[in-house]
């Protein structure tokens, strides 16, 4: 290792935020060094960016090192951590490597948007497989989560080996494999871990997560208890639980019925790389009107309360050949992520309203975490027995939770690690050594931009006081010609005194021009903004709000 050579961490997302994760780990002198980009992931928007599709990392700070970026490394096929991949790839071009499920889970949504979004060539990895890149070596490494294939990553380097966890949890009894690697963590310690990268998600709940096994006893028994209907709503990504779900739904007579794009995509990859073999074929939506009340089981998207899930849908009574009846169950399979409750409390109360039963993990074990609680994290440490703990992917409560957690459990270092912070791991000490430019991104129809570039600001603006266009014409002698013309989008009808709210902006655009001598009207731009601040000012007396305006006046 040259005096210089140094190992450094660096979270572009998912460090002090829920989602989006994306980490890059950098090795050699800080004007050479050589970069490897662990999972790309995106976050999804709230009610506060109107219009955004998705929300993705700012890789900014990679332009000026793309030419050292060696390769990307998916731990997983969630959207948190390969979400970005395929707007953000075409700017890097660099080798991907991914499980065949992720590859797979890739293909089939470049199929779906029709091709909108560009092929990302992926090389196949699996937990076992090493990848020499650069000064890095990447070993897979098994773990449980919620979702197939799923890995740990063992980077080796010259300054030290480093374990990036990804999402991983302890279950001895998962629905759909594989197990979290105990004897192979334990053979990574031996070796020698300097620094360990962890899931921080439940690092506020204490114990261990249930088992996956508990939860599927759980819904087969509500399942062959139902009288009517069952709809299970969960991510469509958890295909050990659809699996679970699909069985306990024969095991009991019914048929099963899966509605929702996202759902059936990750079915038919996961059938094609053999993960539901053995589990009988579905029914059609046409089907399901011909299928009595008590031999049916639904499996459906919508768990978050998106608004054009099937589960909202249902819930407006909005699909042409699936509705529910009074004494139909719908089980909510998941959590709320964080911001979707009310949402996901509409939902529930338009189902409600049409005599369905709700289910949910507070009524019985219908769900668990596919993240590790406190003491799964102590087994953690246990096996690699690492030098540093570095708490990843998580709000500041989680990380900063972690963090008390690893320090009781006798590590030494554990720093504290935001988005953008630069952490020398070695040589020397563990500190942050300087800040990445990062941030966030948009993804809004078919271009990505920033916050300005997207126009999200003036939109949000536009959300709250609407918009008022006004056209005036000025004749030879700057006199105005027949009536203004005013349009209104997002503003009350009326005003406060009963008036209509158009007249009276149509009468402050009048009086702003006739209010100015002849002689100075031929400012063309300042009478413009005479209209302008006058229909601002007239709505703003008469509404107590600023509309945003947009005057013309032309001349002829």
């Known amino acids: ?15 002090g935020e829920i989602g989006m994760n994306l980490a890059l780990y950098g090795y050699g002198p800080p004007e050479h060094r050589q970069w ?11 009610p506060d960016l109107p219009g955004v599709d998705l929300v993705l990392p700012d890789i900014r700070f990679l332009a000026s090192e793309r030419k050292n970026l060696k390769a990307i490394i998916i731990t997983h096929a969630h959207e948190d951590h390969y979400g970005a991949l395929a707007d953000l790839w075409p700017g890097l071009n660099v080798p991907v490597y991914a499980s065949g499920f992720t590859a797979g889970l890739l293909e089939a949504k470049r199929n779906f948007e029709k091709a909108r979004i560009g092929e990302v060539p992926v090389t196949p990895f699996k ?12 070993e897979g490494v098994a773990v449980n989560h919620s979702i197939p294939e799923p890995m740990s990553l063992m980077i080796r380097t010259p300054a030290g080996n480093v374990i990036h966890t990804g999402d991983w949890k302890i279950d001895h009894e998962p629905s759909l494999g594989p197990l979290t690697d105990e004897t192979r963590f334990r053979q ?8 360990l990268m962890c899931d921080s998600t439940n690092a506020l709940r204490d114990g261990v997560s249930p088992s996956e096994k508990d939860v599927s006893e759980s819904l087969r028994k509500i399942i062959e ?34 509605l929702g794009s996202s759902l059936k995509r990750v079915v038919d990859v996961a059938q094609d790389i053999g993960l539901m073999e053995g589990v009988k074929p579905f029914i059609s939506e046409e089907e399901y009107g011909y299928t009595p009340r008590d031999k049916v089981v639904v499996i459906l998207t919508g768990s978050q309360g998106e608004a054009r899930a099937a589960l909202a849908k249902l819930s407006r009574d909005e699909m042409r050949n699936v509705a529910f009846a009074a004494g139909d169950i719908v089980v909510f399979s998941s959590r709320a992520i964080p911001g979707n409750e009310k949402a996901i409390q509409d939902i529930k109360n338009g189902l409600v309203e049409q005599g369905v039963h709700i289910i949910t993990d507070t009524e019985a074990l219908v769900h668990v975490s596919g993240h590790p609680r406190r003491n799964e994290l102590q ?12 708490p ?34 070695a040589p020397g000490p563990v500190e942050v050594i300087g800040e990445a430019p990062h941030g966030r991104i948009y993804k809004d129809g078919m271009l990505i931009g920033d916050f300005d570039e997207m126009g999200i600001g003036e939109r949000k603006k536009l959300s709250y006081v609407g918009h008022v266009a006004v056209s005036v014409v000025l004749d030879a002698r700057y006199d105005i010609v027949g009536d203004p013309d005013l349009v209104s989008i997002g503003l009350p009808v009326y005003d406060d005194e009963g008036d209509e709210m158009e007249d009276t902006l149509f009468d402050a655009a009048i009086s702003a021009i006739e209010s100015i001598p002849r002689a100075r009207r031929k400012d063309i731009d300042m009478l413009q903004e005479a209209v302008r601040r006058a229909i601002r000012a007239a709505a703003n007396q008469s509404w107590g709000k600023k509309p945003v305006v947009t005057a013309f006046v032309t001349k002829v």
């Open 188 to 195: 990574l310690g031996d070796e020698g871990v300097l620094a």
């Open 379 to 390: 087994r953690m440490y246990e096996w690699t027995r690492p030098k540093v703990v570095v």
């Open 1 to 15: 290792m040259a005096k210089q050579d140094e190992l450094v961490f660096l979270p572009l997302g998912g460090v």
């Open 36 to 46: 490897i980009m662990v999972d790309c992931g995106v976050t999804f928007p709230g």
């Open 392 to 425: 990843v992917h998580g709000e500041a409560t989680h990380l900063t939770a972690h963090k008390e957690l690893a320090e009781q459990s006798g590590i030494a270092i554990v720093p504290r690690v935001r988005n953008g912070d630069i952490l020398r791991l």
């Open 127 to 138: 937990a076992g497989d090493t990848i020499n890149v650069g000064p890095f070596s990447i």
């Open 225 to 258: 208890d139902a009288e009517g209907r069952v709809a299970i709503t969960t991510f469509s990504s958890n295909v050990g639980r659809i699996r679970t779900v699909a069985e306990a739904a024969e095991a009991a007579g019914r048929e099963v019925l899966l």
